[in-house]
């Protein structure tokens, strides 16, 4: 249960969250909220082929339908110099096709109407001649010599995107080829949605007399947006406003930019009327960015009694027809050189190739801090791969191999520093939680009578809080993160940081963080996000960031306001600045503790009464560059019953023990592993982005694309143990992602588990139930 | 998102709505609980040019239960069904069929006779229907027929009702002893329709014979089907192992599925197999006499 | 077309097309944009309202059928200024996150507890299947809908 917003001392404890009083009302106020005078509506034309070469459009019959203010096609966008737009990625992405589509959804054409049934019916009525091409839909294919090439506009032509590695291949094949044991799996997490229950949309209001620009946008990064738009649409960053009203959910969706936000813009600019645009669920699944679709092989070696001496991973990344991931600049893969995991390998190799493909575009970290979902999967596969070949228990495998605590700050050997970690209590503390040696004992006698019977491990290491300015940028920016802060004469605190948080509960969190660091209750801090006129410049929410970039910037302004604080206190007081003690509410002079003055009577006296010549008022900016990243970890287990008739897969029991560090609020904590894991589940046995021969998209709806409702989804069981990063100003880590990045193999192990009595090691995700008959039924087990 | 424009008549009587039928001929659509319509329509897969709404008619909504069977009216929403305790005395495979249409809120407004008239061959009803001996009452404003359910579900989203006319009734014979039915459903999660579907209904009678027999599949042919030899090897024996799975075999070879994203053909089949088997199975043991512990 | 419709008690009347869908009679004519849209395929429930007592997808209803029935929206749980016990449980167990699906689920549980005062968790979950929520897992709002069949006895005492 929730503690109210008055408890003192907040850090830590179960704060009731401040959004909900509006949103438990239906008061939020999310994009489609919005209605602006004047405003129009925009629909887009889409490409039904994956791959064509645009002969022809008519649009008379749109533009002539009353009620419609304008079609746009690429052609337009093409004189105004806006067909093509960057990507966060380093590519560029057409906004509105010219010449040719290269995927099936593709935007044709644009059209604005009085209202959104309107448009459609004129999208509809945009005539569009295609001339098809044949589609090249396998990554692999894509790469053979002959195939044909998707981006005529790439020198070289060629549809690899980038060849990116890390670590030392000599040094590994070395070690794998005097290893024991040396076990080898292809393992592909497929093309998967984020999916947030709000799809993504803009408003663009533009004031043709003062060149302002209002763009409203579903949007996890508003200052990275604006700049873009910036360097896009060559309007003066000063004069764009970007405002993310509330935002329903994210999960890496609401990253990017979308051709359909650019044609908004452009309309509204040129209609001198705002704009809006708001995707339906299908142009969400088919066209604003995929994650994952990582076809990943992995050796990993090991000595005779299961001690590991290398790793190597090679992997074909489809990133579709536009590089549209959202990496940092320097990482094409992502963070995927965390695949090492937990593990203390001497050596590792990891190697990626990006590939074009007629699919839509994208790349995106979904609920996962840049590919790390893809790595932890891989690795925590193959350590299940190498347990059964060894024939060790999978729990015995982890504990030989872990990084041992007094090796933190842990370097890898694909260059990363861990900061902190406890696997071995971690893992311990689920196997008890679980109660893991009575489960091994109930599988051998469900064996015995015919059973299948599954109990998966997963003991993983993210990398979260991109991240430190010596190697992080995006588009050149430094991935830092900002706290602005004000204490108002009554005591009373409004904190703007860079981050846009959507539904993580940064408004409480945060809150909680300056409250504590001041000596206030969260109830006394308001914290704001997601205007850029207002906010101080910041990278945004993603990638399980905003915690240790933007949370420490928080605790940094507070402390800088602390110390001024302190010498107000001091003059307050009438002793020396050295002779004031803080009590954590309270200032007052060292031995003295009954004289003391709260942080709302020095607030007042900083604006009515500050020491001579101090500088009045109360307040604190802070733009964090972390000095490295953080590395939550956490221990999964996860026991399955299989029947033998459907090959359904029960998901019996599910523990999750999380290290994140220093808890701000367990409570919202726990919300995000629940959270997680149950996107985790759903990846592990319902979803995917899947394309028939000739680039169509196979699941563009929720028919199709499986979303678990509250009765597939499993009951969870959460514990967490906690190991502070030393770096962070509170030894916070992040949280929101680890769930979703260490469930999958969770889950998929437990059913390997279960079927390992009959030579099964791998089986690609999803786990649809038929996969897994196919397999009974083959070895005669099948009911 | 948004449907094509289309015209709307709230039919005041059931004579109104065949009346703007005949007259408008093809364009126009009968509208009930519009759970499959509305939604092909606003993706534009539909545009009808005119929706005549009978979802209000006193005319269709209800049931009458007689000594000859059970008459389902055309509004009949799956949600009544799954709530009507009173028909689970006669028509106890109704109820645990609804449950699994949709989700909660789509059963709340759907209907049982625009489940059928929409013959998605993954939908729960035809095969429960099927099971249960069922048939329909079609309407036009110049006859009315009745057809027996295996002939109006005709192929993949077709059936025997011609544009002018209104499905306006289901009935469902009354059964000739103490009746037992269930269904059980593959799906991939709720919402979802039928990878495999299997209705079972067994009737038996005092000396625990079964005197009828129905099993209705859903989601293995271009249309629901019937398993009339897996039906015919019940009937006329008790409901015990060696019959059930006779029975359960059987069905699996009327099933005739098509291998897609939901699994493969064999796969599909088995389902069958094992949902019959043990659907029976259950119906066995519910129909066993109470073995009470007395004290 | 002429309607009229009980919105939260209140009669309101407006004049629509054919076409338009009961979620944007009250979002777009009425502004209880409280109500939200997140499918196009009648899958997610983020629409769900009743209509005369009885939870619905509001996206796959025509406003014309609704003509002379009585709607209530998420707006309309508070009397008095007075938050619904549900509305409560949601807050005290944290059974949201972006807050997205919640005035569905709200009303979905709404109408569950009207006819099941007293629900086991795997009832809440049956009647909250047609509501989909991507933050949560569910399982405190699994917390929050029993929580509030609890208080809500009590208050009836």
Known sequence: ?783 | MFPAPFGYVRAESLDEALAVLAREGPGAKILAGGQSLLPMMKLRIAEPALLVDIHRLPALTGWQETAEGLTLGAVVRHSQLERAEALQEFYPLLGRTARWIADPLVRNRGTVAGSLAHADPAGDWGAALLALGASVTLRSLTRTRELPLDAFLVDIFTTALEPDEVLTAIRIPKPAGRPFGTYLKLERKVGDFAVVGVAVNVVLDARHTVVEAGIGLAGVGPRALRAPAAEAALIGHPLESGGIREAAALAAEAADPVSDRRGSRAYKRNVVRVFVERGLKALADESRPEVGVTA | MEIAVTVNGQLRRADVEPRTLLVYLLRETFGLTGTHVGCDTTHCGACTVLLDEVPVKSCTVLAVQADGSSVMTVEGLETDGRLHPLQSAFSDHHGLQCGYCTPGMLMAAWALLRETPHPQPAEIRRALSGNLCRCTGYQNIVEAVADAAQRMAQEVG
């Open chain 1, 1 to 783: 249960m929730a503690l109210e917003l008055s408890e003192p001392r907040p850090l830590g404890k179960p704060i009731r969250r401040k959004e909900d009083a509006r949103l438990i009302r239906g008061q939020g106020r999310y994009l489609d909220d919005i209605v602006l005078p004047g405003m129009l509506h925009l629909a887009l034309v889409r490409s039904p082929y994956a791959h064509a070469r645009i002969r022809r459009i008519d649009v008379q019959r749109a533009a002539a339908l009353p009620g419609v203010h304008l079609v746009l096609t690429g052609q337009d966008l093409a004189a105004a110099g806006l067909a093509w737009m960057p990507t966060l990625a380093g590519d560029r992405q057409m906004v509105l096709a010219v010449d040719k589509v290269l995927f099936q959804y593709q935007e044709v054409a644009a059209v604005v109407a009085e209202s959104r049934a309107l448009a459609e019916d004129a999208a509809a009525l945009v005539e569009v001649d295609y001339e098809p091409l044949p589609a090249v839909v396998d990554p692999y294919r894509a790469l053979e010599p002959g195939s044909p090439i998707l981006r005529e506009d790439r020198d070289p032509p060629s549809n690899r995107i980038f060849h990116w590695e890390a670590g030392d291949r000599a040094a590994t094949e070395a070690a794998l080829a005097r290893s024991a044991v040396v076990v080898r799996e292809t393992v592909r997490m497929p093309r998967v949605h984020p999916a947030p229950l709000e799809p993504c949309g803009c408003i663009a209001d533009y004031q043709r007399a003062t060149g302002r620009l209002t763009w409203y946008v579903t949007s996890q990064a508003p200052h990275a947006h604006r700049t873009v738009l910036a360097m896009v649409a060559g309007i003066p960053e000063h004069k764009i406003r970007v405002v993310s009203p509330d935002v329903g959910g994210g999960f890496g969706n609401k990253v990017p930019v979308f051709p359909g936000y650019v044609a908004a813009i452009v309309a509204a600019m040129r209609l001198n009327r705002p704009v809006k645009w708001v995707e339906t669920r299908t142009e969400n699944l088919t066209s604003t960015n995929f994650a994952r679709d990582y076809h990943m092989t992995v050796e990993i070696g090991a000595d005779a009694d299961g001690k590991v001496t290398a790793l190597k991973v090679s992997t074909i990344a489809d990133h579709g027809a536009f590089d549209a991931a959202a990496d940092p600049t320097r990482f094409p893969a992502g963070l995927f050189s965390i695949v090492t995991g937990s593990y203390d390998f001497p050596v590792a190799f990891a190697e990626v190739d990006g590939v074009y493909t007629n699919k839509a575009p994208g790349g995106v970290a979904y609920r996962c801090s840049f590919r790390v979902t893809e790595a932890s999967f891989l690795i925590e596969r193959a350590m299940q791969s190498l347990a059964l070949r060894l024939g060790m228990d999978p729990v015995a495998l982890r504990l030989k191999n872990f990084i041992p605590p007094e090796k933190f700050p842990y370097h890898s050997p694909l260059g990363w520093t861990y900061d902190s970690g406890n696997y071995r209590a971690t893992l311990e503390r689920a196997m008890e939680r679980i109660g893991y040696a009575a489960l091994r004992q109930e599988q051998a006698e469900r064996r015995a009578r015919g059973e299948l019977m599954g109990i998966g491990v997963s003991t993983f290491t993210e990398i979260v809080g991109a991240g430190p300015s010596h190697t992080f940028d995006i588009l050149g920016i430094k991935m830092f993160d900002s706290c602005e802060l004000r204490v108002h004469p009554t005591g009373k605190v409004l904190a703007r940081l860079g981050t846009r948080h959507q539904g993580q509960g940064h408004e409480t969190t945060f809150a909680q963080v300056i409250a504590e660091e001041l000596g206030l209750t969260a109830d006394d801090v308001l914290v704001e996000e997601g205007d850029t006129d207002t906010a101080p410049y910041g990278l945004g929410t993603y990638a399980s960031r905003s915690t240790p970039t933007a949370g420490a910037a928080a605790a940094v302004a507070a402390r800088r306001v602390r110390d001024k604080a302190r010498r107000i206190a001091a003059h307050l007081l009438e002793v020396a600045e050295d002779d004031v003690e803080w009590d954590g509410t309270r200032f007052h002079p060292a031995g003295t503790p009954a004289r003391g003055v709260t942080m709302a009577e020095v607030a007042l006296a900083a604006y009515t009464n500050p020491p001579p010549g101090m500088e009045p008022g109360l307040e604190g900016t802070v733009y964090y560059d972390p000095p490295n990243l953080t590395f939550p970890n956490g221990a999964y287990l996860c026991v399955v019953d299989i029947d033998k008739g459907t090959s359904q897969v029960h998901v019996r029991r599910f523990v999750a023990v999380d290290d994140c560090g220093t808890v701000i609020n367990p409570m919202v904590v726990e919300g995000q592993i629940h959270g997680g894991l149950t996107e985790g589940f759903a990846i592990a046995f319902l979803q995917e982005i899947a394309f028939d021969e000739q680039g169509n998209c196979l699941a563009p709806n929720f028919m199709e694309y499986l979303v678990p409702t509250a009765v597939e989804t499993p009951q969870w069981e959460t514990d967490r143990t906690v190991t502070p990063s030393p770096h962070h100003p509170i030894g916070a880590k992040g949280v929101g992602e680890s769930p979703n990045v260490g469930s999958p193999a969770a889950f998929v192990n437990a059913v390997i588990d279960a079927l390992a009595p009959l030579g099964v090691t791998h089986l690609d995700i999803p786990l649809y139930p038929w996969k897994i008959w196919e397999v009974l039924h083959e070895r005669g087990v099948a009911e």
